[in-house]
């Protein structure tokens, strides 16, 4: 066909009509033009065309009621998978929460300052040998001094939500007894600000600095003591907090405070006596102590204050590494890691893997406890950062050098070369946190789950290096893409905090490993977002839609 020329004065306006060359159809095999039509022809071309009018109003209202349907029916993520699986890029709900996670002990410093008491951080510290550097949190981001900095450098991210946790030292020093003004006041100041910003502010309970006076005076988390006394300092925060705070976290990662503390003796207090039963003891305090913070508020706070309580666990995702006995193994590690410490909240009890092997060992529930536990979780937080193979042990020498909870365990840990290794040494490997999230759903069904903490450290030796981060960018765009991945298989998954907001004291790395998505130099103290934290803004604002699709080839491969 040769079009005419648009500047041809032959050629009709665009839009306009020929009625010579106006093709009536009135059937397949009869075309005339309207000129030649008589009255009858004529009259049934505008028979058909008020049926095309009409066909095309129906349809346009089917389509309308559809969506309609789908949006008052379908659940929200199986919505976005219907909508989106022919698209680019992902996306997430908008409903979806996009955060940043941080620690008190470890970015607060003013470790002596306005009453703080002394934390088993504290005293951890202070024995040479325990931290890398030799340095402690006495210091770490002095975020104490600088909230309103620290808002405005997560406003300027469009950061959604501020994951953060309360030092019990600074509201009871001792642990009990009288509340310590000065850190109510502390923590009012820093969630009035994150709320003039239009920053959710999400709050951790107890994020592993117990204070110190409880450790002397009858063993910590091997007492059940403690389970009264965490209640009593969870309401004195839900009272001082709870009118502006929508989100509780009871407690950060119950296996690292019993395997940790108990077992490696690499976390704080570091005491490694009889891990075959105080990993176990400890474990099962921290639950009940999450029960009954967690049972106070529902009864005496929920109903006013209209929020919700949950628990931040940790998981990794372990593969089986070969044979079909491997997958015995892979299964048993997870049950050991996050089974063990979630179980009891939906089942009243512990995994029968670990009931069968460890015995009178395993501390068992109460009636009455049970009834607290059951329940007690309204959200799951999950701290995710790798994954492993799992095998089982070809001989019993295999795990000889292991005692206690690994021994109880008796599963041969290992990598894959291809997997990228970050700083710490852990395998970077997206694929198995979505493995994970399914895993989690399919066991403990549909309660919300939140990713409370995900991210890696890099080798930052400088500032110039930690601008530079694409290892961390890469990361979190990959870890991103799982969780997306999870909410289209029908994951529960409802939010992200990335670890952590800035670079802080790490533990017993002291301050030679960096998770920050803003750099901190430890000289100055100045923070500098780094290329993470510019993409993670552009992943907030986009709603997830700068995370490109992974399409899977032919043979199944991606």
């Not at 955060?99 to 306005?114: F, K, L, P, R, V």
């Not at 909870?405 to 840990?413: A, G, I």
Request: hydrophobic share 35%.
């Amino acid at each position: 066909m040769i079009a005419k020329d648009q500047n041809d004065p032959s050629s009709p306006a665009p839009g306009a009509v020929n009625s010579e060359e106006t093709p009536l159809l009135l059937s397949p095999s009869s075309v005339v033009s309207v000129s030649n039509a008589t009255p009858s022809e004529r009259a049934a071309y505008r028979i058909r065309k008020l049926d095309g009018l009409l066909f095309t109003l129906v349809g346009g209202a089917l389509v309308i009621l559809l969506i309609v349907f789908v949006r008052l029916f379908v659940p929200h993520n199986q919505a976005i998978a219907a909508t989106s699986m022919y698209q680019d890029y992902h996306s997430f709900p908008n409903t979806f929460v996009w955060g940043a996670a941080t620690s008190a002990y470890q970015i607060e410093g003013a470790a002596n300052e306005d009453g703080k008491g002394v934390s088993i951080w504290d005293t951890y510290c202070e024995k040479k040998g325990n931290i890398a550097d030799g340095s402690s949190g006495a210091i770490a981001c002095d975020h104490y001094h600088r909230i309103e900095e620290d808002v405005q450098l997560m406003h300027s991210l469009h950061i959604k939500a501020y994951r953060f946790s309360i030092s019990w030292t600074r509201i009871y020093p001792d642990g009990v007894g009288v509340v310590n003004q000065a850190g109510i006041d502390f923590y009012n100041k820093l969630i009035d600000t994150l709320l003039k910003y239009d920053i959710e502010p999400w709050i951790t309970l107890y994020h592993w600095d117990l204070p110190q006076m409880l450790e002397d005076k009858y063993g910590g988390w091997l007492d059940r003591q403690i389970v009264d006394d965490f209640g009593n300092y969870a309401r004195t925060c839900f009272d001082a907090f709870g009118d502006r705070v929508q989100h509780w976290i009871t407690l950060n990662e119950s296996w690292t405070v019993a395997v940790g503390g108990y077992q490696d003796g690499n976390k704080a207090p570091g005491i490694v006596r009889n891990p075959a039963v105080e990993v176990y003891q400890a474990g099962h305090n921290l639950m009940l102590a999450h029960a009954r913070a967690a049972t106070i508020y529902k009864k005496e706070f929920a109903p006013t204050q209209r929020g919700v309580i949950g628990i931040s666990n940790s998981g990794d995702y372990r593969y089986p590494k070969l044979s079909p006995e491997d997958d015995d193994a892979a299964e048993r590690a997870m049950v050991f890691q996050y089974a063990w410490l979630t179980d009891p909240f939906f089942f009243g009890d512990y995994p029968s893997q670990m009931k069968e092997r460890l015995g009178d060992r395993l501390p068992s529930f109460s009636a009455q406890e049970r009834v607290e536990l059951i329940g007690s979780l309204d959200f799951m937080g999950l701290n995710h950062y790798s994954t492993m193979y799992a095998q089982e042990p070809k001989s019993a020498k295999e795990n000889s050098e292991f005692d206690g909870y690994w021994s109880d365990m008796n599963v041969v840990f290992s990598s894959d070369p291809s997997w990228r290794k970050n700083d710490m040494g852990w395998s970077t490997n997206p694929d198995g946190c979505r493995e994970l999230l399914l895993w989690i759903s399919q066991r403990y069904g549909n309660v919300p789950i939140h990713i409370t903490e995900n991210g890696t450290a890099e080798d930052e030796p400088d500032l110039a290096t930690a601008l530079r981060d694409e290892g961390r960018r890469e990361y979190i765009e990959q870890y991103l893409r799982a969780c997306a991945e999870s909410i289209e298989l029908g994951v529960p998954l409802e939010g992200y905090f990335a670890w952590s907001l800035m670079d802080n004291f790490e533990w017993e790395y002291g301050y030679t490993k960096r998770f920050g998505l803003c750099y901190v130099d430890y000289e100055t103290l100045e923070r500098t977002p780094k290329l993470s934290a510019l993409w993670y803004t552009q992943a907030i604002d986009a709603s997830g839609g700068n995370i490109p699709r992974i399409v899977a080839k032919s043979d199944g491969t991606r």
